[in-house]
Each structure stands twice: as C-alpha cells, then as structure tokens.
C-alpha cells in the first residue's frame, strides 16, 4: 500500500514533467530543435551534443540538403554512427574559426568550417561541410575524422 506522501509526490511530478520537457510528445519521443540558421549554429550546437553525448541530437543535426538522418535511418543505426563520431570528437575544449567559406562547385547552400580541438594537449583542425537543407536549416554534412585520427 502506497502512503499519501508517495501519491502526491508522484501526482506533483506528473505536473511538474511537462514543464521541465518531460511531456507532451509521448514516451521516448523527443521533439527536434529549430532548425540552425547559420553555419557556425549548427557546428556549435553539434559540438555541444558531442560533450553531452546526446546521440540522437546529433543525428537530428547531420544529414544532406534533403534532411537529418534521424528521418531515414533506424534510430540504432544512427545512435552507432554518432557514437563513433563523438569518440575521435571527444575533446577538452574546441574553438570555431571563421564563420564558413564555400566549396567551389557545390553552390552557395554549403560551407566549410574548421573546428579546432583539443585532446590531452593536443591541438588539431577538423574540417566540417555544412548544407542548407530543404526545410531551411543548416546540417552538418561531413566531418573529416582523418584529421583527429592520422598522425602528425
């Protein structure tokens, strides 16, 4: 038998959930962030996803002109891929220089940025290709994880 206290806990935190995003989308369904407006947005909030380890945030910001993969990929195949990004990610701080320079041939949708992090004291450049996609944001394209894994 449950006590009073237990019961009006459990009800005040019923009410309380939907505020602190806990409801209104359904169990285990998260709803998507507005769309970045800028490159340096989506590259920033990305990175950000990395450190928090939020996979399937990442996978909502990565993705082609036609949208994120977490709209075609099975969410265990993009939990995996994102994982794998965010470990040679991993990193005790970074920095976003320049605010994108565009890629001769693939038009004024996309961009590139370098993103410069640290690990264990080391300092190295990764470039980033962003693109606009058609519902107006920006995703992350493509990481070069070569330049975090080769030697130096």
Known sequence: MRSWRIRSFC??????????????????????PAPAGAPIEVVERFMR???AKDYIGMGRLFGTAEGPITNR???QQVERR???????LANDRFAITGTGQSIPGRGPEVAQLTVRITQGGETRNVPFVVV???AGG???EQ??????????
């Not at 935190?13 to 409801?23: D, I, K, N, R, Y």
């Not at 990481?143 to 130096?152: F, G, H, M, S």
């Open 82 to 88: 994102m994982y794998a990004i965010a470990s040679i």
């Open 11 to 32: 009800a005040a935190l019923l009410l309380v959930a939907p505020a602190c995003g806990g409801g209104g989308a359904g169990p285990g369904v998260a709803t998507a």
């Open 132 to 134: 606009r996609s058609t």
């Open 49 to 51: 996803l990395v450190a």
């Open 143 to 152: 990481v070069d994880l070569q330049a975090v894994t080769r030697t130096q």
């Open 138 to 140: 920006y995703l992350v």
């Open 73 to 75: 990929d099975p969410q």
